[in-house]
T-cell receptor, first 118, second 111 residues
């Protein structure tokens, strides 16, 4: 159990356009989801915490108007990269925490989305 | 916030040898200590975790040990196999309901 599906796995877009990435928990409910960004051969950098039915909490230095997060249901969070530029090219990974889990407990990760902005 | 340091950054072992990766953290409120394995092009997968009320946990060839006083925990892999080759991350859970990842350790197991 605890499967997280992330879509698309790869996307190429032109500079100035917007891209939406979906993160779904398939067999559990997730009140909280997290969005990470990963550059090649580097660690995962937390971008924001997404809470169902409320506004996302962004980490310092992450532009909330650039990276729009919506968590409208207990099984779906979306990340929209608006007006994408080549420097936004990266590997974006979502993770979800079971709604019935304790404060600090395992995160279940999607397989990531590789975004390339040309 | 939490400062996490992970050592070594790269580790190369022969098949059958043991591998140990250490993670040091700064937040004394941390009470959850997981290790994740990330294979190329995939998201991280939890391989083992431990909570602060336990000093050691083992699952077949994998174990985690915790020294809360010194604020570090370690991943131990015994009888390594080529399929253990991956990047391993520690991600101690502090008092903010989020995990902060270490820089990662690239493990290569040579046949």
């Amino acid at each position: 159990g605890a499967v997280v599906s992330q879509h698309p796995s790869r996307v190429i877009c032109k500079s100035g356009t917007s891209v939406k990435i979906e993160c779904r928990s398939l067999d559990f409910q997730a009140t909280t989801m997290f969005w990470y960004r990963q550059f090649p051969k580097q660690s995962l950098m937390l971008m924001a915490t997404s809470n169902e039915g409320s506004k996302a909490t962004y980490e310092q230095g992450v532009e909330k108007d650039k990276f729009l997060i919506n968590h409208a249901s207990l099984t779906l969070s979306t990340l929209t990269v608006t007006s994408a530029h080549p420097e936004d090219s990266s590997f974006y990974i979502c993770s979800a925490k079971r709604s019935d889990s304790s404060y600090n407990s395992p995160l279940h990760f999607g397989n990531g989305t590789r975004l390339t902005v040309t | 916030g939490e400062n996490v340091e992970q050592h070594p950054s790269t580790l190369s072992v022969q098949e059958g040898d043991s591998a140990v990766i250490k993670c040091t953290y700064s937040d004394s409120a941390s009470n959850y200590f997981p290790w994740y394995k990330q294979e190329l092009g995939k998201g991280p997968q939890l391989i083992i975790d431990i909570r602060s009320n336990v000093g050691e946990k083992k699952d077949q060839r994998i174990a985690v040990t915790l020294n809360k006083t010194a604020k570090h925990f370690s991943l131990h892999i015994t009888e390594t196999q080529p399929e253990d080759s991956a990047v391993y991350f520690c991600a101690p859970g502090g008092g903010y309901n989020k995990l902060i990842f270490g820089a990662g350790t690239r493990l290569a197991v040579h046949p």
